[in-house]
């Protein structure tokens, strides 16, 4: 796997580099509760060598994913941008043998990628990749599903939460990633388009009377970000 760990600095030194401290605790906690896999490791330099960027979960978090999605006792995992499909292994090893994950991403070629790194981790019957964009695809969809990861573009976050909670049923998790980027999201004149888009997103989470939503923030290897939580009630 490519290193992303640029420091090799003594603990001592690294306190005082938050970012660097991040970064030397979830590698303690990673290579405690993160077992060792050739397949996701695989997966990990597969989407560097075709030139995917380097924005895939970190592992903790694909841990975190997996068992949100065992906690469901998911059967059918929606997962809204697949990249190359890292998160999508982490989610789909959840499933039971009859189980499906439908992935969505508007990109052929991370798409393909994603492919070849779902079949190398013998997921291909359970994964089914969709092309398009997700404002398309996601119409096309019949529900309900009972985990849902939303990880696009995130301008679109609110319209695709909209669609997810047409596709769940009472239990259903929906998960949205990227939610706090740095604490930006806190910043009412904010004019980045994905920052403004996650603010939208919450203000429809906050308004919608059939969720209850929690927002967990994180810092890691790859900064200060969060997810959000969303449980549908009814
Ligand atoms: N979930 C992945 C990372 C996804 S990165 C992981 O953690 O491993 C975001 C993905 O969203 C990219 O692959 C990008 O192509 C896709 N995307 C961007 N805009 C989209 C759209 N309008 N519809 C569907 N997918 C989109
Ligand atoms: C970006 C997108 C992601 O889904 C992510 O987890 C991190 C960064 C991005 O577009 O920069
Ligand atoms: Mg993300």
Same mark, same amino acid.
């Given at each position: ?13 690294q ?10 605790? &979830?590698?303690y ?11 996701? /490791? #695989?997966?990990?330099?597969? $989407? *560097? +060598? ?5 924005i ?47 992935t ?15 079949a ?15 404002l &398309? ?13 939303? /990880? #696009?573009?995130?301008?679109? $976050? *609110? +319209? ?29 004149g904010?004019?980045d ?16 009377p ?25």
């Amino acid at each position: 796997m490519p290193s992303r760990r640029p420091f090799s600095r003594p603990v001592s030194d690294q306190r005082r580099d938050p970012a660097a401290e991040w970064i030397a605790v &979830e590698d303690y906690l990673d290579a405690l509760f993160v077992p060792p896999d050739p397949v996701l /490791d #695989a997966a990990r330099r597969a $989407s *560097a +060598a075709a030139g995917l960027p380097d924005i895939a979960v970190t592992p903790s978090q694909g841990q975190f994913l997996q068992l949100l999605a065992r906690l469901v006792g998911a059967r059918r995992i929606l997962e809204v941008g697949t990249l190359g499909g890292y998160s999508t292994v982490w989610l789909a090893r959840a499933l039971p043998d009859d189980g499906r994950l439908i992935t969505l991403d508007v990109n052929a070629t991370h798409l393909e990628v994603a492919r070849e790194n779902i079949a190398r981790a013998g997921l291909t019957a359970l994964v089914e990749p969709r092309l398009g964009p997700a404002l &398309e695809t996601l119409p096309q969809l019949t529900g309900p599903f009972d985990f849902i990861f939303i /990880d #696009a573009d995130k301008a679109n $976050s *609110a +319209a695709y939460f909209s669609w997810c909670l047409r596709l769940s049923r009472p239990g259903t998790l929906i998960v949205v990633d990227n939610v706090i980027r740095d604490g930006q999201v806190a910043d009412a004149g904010t004019t980045d388009p994905d920052v403004l888009g996650i603010r939208r997103l919450n203000e429809a989470v906050a308004a919608e009377p059939r969720v209850s939503a929690v927002t967990l923030q994180t810092v890691g290897s790859k900064g200060y970000d969060g997810f959000l939580l969303v449980r549908v009630n009814a």
